[in-house]
């Protein structure tokens, strides 16, 4: 079975600085997927950026940069240019090789961006 | 595209009464799932489906039954609910088994049992 682990329940950073989300994980697969999601206080799920296990070049989207470290097992989240819209709960989501939509999650972060 | 919807959005029930969640897709995915989300926590999987006909268990099952009869409906019945069940409920569907696929989830379905 997988785990997800997100080691820092709240974060907060000042508007236009960087911050990271960190998120551990746990699996015997060799090729999987890792996923960052935001959930702003809507409770709509929104996909942020997607590693493939199997790629080494970590993935970027705009502001938003991952540090996926294999052999570590971690895959933690930057947000460059934090912006007041980026307040919201981040979770990190694992899926293995062929398992479709059943994604385990981890308990999530909550990041405030303050003015 | 309508995407994902799930009906009702917000709906409160008394302990021991049954309802039925609904979720639909018109995006004509085989894959088709529903989780739940528990306050200050991350989503968890009560059931999957891979196709028509096709369902199975995820993590946290007991207390819901799912069916799919067509490939756009799936949805979630409570058989007789719980407070323990209070919760927001997800619906998500993706188009093949393909882990990176890109997976759409409804709107939410928030759920409050006194």
């Known amino acids: 079975a997988q785990t997800v682990t997100q080691s820092q329940p709240e974060m907060s950073v000042q508007e236009a600085e960087t911050v990271t989300l960190s998120c551990t994980y746990d699996?015997?697969?060799?090729?999987?997927?890792l996923f960052w999601y935001k959930q702003p206080p809507s409770r709509q799920m929104i996909l942020v950026i997607r590693?493939?296990?199997?790629?080494?070049q970590n993935a970027t989207e705009n502001r938003f940069s991952v540090n996926f470290q294999k052999a570590a097992k971690s895959f933690s989240l930057k947000i460059s240019d934090s912006q007041l819209g980026d307040t919201a709960m981040y979770f990190c989501?694992?899926?293995?090789?062929?398992?479709?939509?059943?994604?385990?999650f981890g308990g999530g972060t909550r990041l405030m961006v303050k003015p | 595209n309508a995407g994902v919807t799930q009906t009702p959005k917000f709906q409160v029930l008394k302990t021991g009464q049954s309802m039925t969640l609904q979720c639909a897709q018109d995006?004509?995915?085989?894959?088709m799932s529903w989780y739940r989300q528990d306050p200050g926590m991350g989503l968890r999987l009560i059931h999957y489906?891979?196709?028509?006909?096709?369902?199975d268990q995820g993590e946290v099952p007991n207390g819901y039954n799912v069916s799919r009869s067509t490939t756009e409906d799936f949805p979630l019945r409570l058989l007789s609910a719980a407070p323990s069940q209070t919760s927001v409920y997800f619906c998500?569907?993706?188009?093949?088994?393909?882990?990176?696929?890109?997976?759409?989830f409804g709107e939410g379905s928030w759920l409050t049992v006194v």
């Open positions: 489906s891979v196709g028509a006909g096709i369902t």
């Open positions: 699996t015997s697969e060799n090729n999987y997927y």
């Open positions: 590693q493939e296990a199997y790629k080494q």
């Open positions: 995006m004509n995915h085989e894959y």
């Open positions: 998500a569907s993706s188009s093949t088994g393909r882990s990176g696929n890109t997976i759409y």
């Open positions: 989501a694992f899926i293995p090789p062929r398992a479709g939509n059943m994604l385990t």
